[in-house]
């Protein structure tokens, strides 16, 4: 749930202009280590698990530079069928941090389409919203409590009236 940026990254928001409204899209591949840290499950096949991932998101414009990515979540399902999510995610580096919600998923518990809210955060994200996907490759069944994962995030952002911290 990541869902789901890079000094050029951080550099081209700081750089547009907050009166046009534009919106700016950023597309970047993620790269994490996760860990299922509790998962039960009945014996009709229902399941609920929660999760923690870390890693690093790299922009697709600019394979050179980073962001670390952190996300903590909880999944429930039926069998493989992903039933639904709560997960809050990080993106950080040395300019700005932005934050994403997932609000809304597709797929099973090994691979998903995520719809993201985006916050701005800090620094060079401050006054900055929008929204996002993901589509994550992750083992939420239990076969495998922990091992690595890929993401690919789209990310839509523009300034926003609420400002940042």
């Known amino acids: 749930m990541r869902p789901l940026f890079v ?3 951080a550099a081209a928001l700081a ?6 409204g534009e919106t700016i ?4 591949t993620a790269e994490f280590e996760y860990a299922v840290r509790n998962r ?9 698990a929660t999760f923690e991932l870390r890693g690093h998101a790299f922009p697709n414009e600019q394979a050179d530079r980073s962001f670390a990515l952190a996300c903590i ?3 429930w399902g039926n069998g493989g069928v992903l039933g639904g999510e709560e997960t809050v995610c990080r993106l ?3 300019q700005g941090v932005l934050f994403g919600r997932v609000r ?3 797929g099973t518990a090994t691979a998903a389409t995520l719809a993201l809210d985006i916050y701005g955060g800090r620094g060079s994200f401050a006054g900055y919203a929008g929204s996002g996907s993901a589509e994550r ?3 939420l069944t239990g076969e495998r409590p922990s091992g690595r994962g890929l993401m690919t995030l789209r990310l839509a952002l523009a300034p926003s009236g609420n400002g940042g911290e």
């Open 15 to 20: 750089a547009a202009p907050e009166a046009s």
């Open 92 to 94: 950080s580096d040395d």
């Open 104 to 106: 809304g998923i597709d």
């Open 25 to 28: 899209i950023r597309r970047m």
């Open 137 to 139: 490759a992750m083992d």
């Open 7 to 9: 000094p050029a990254l």
């Open 40 to 48: 039960i499950e009945d014996r009709d096949g229902f399941w609920f």
């Open 73 to 75: 979540g909880a999944a």
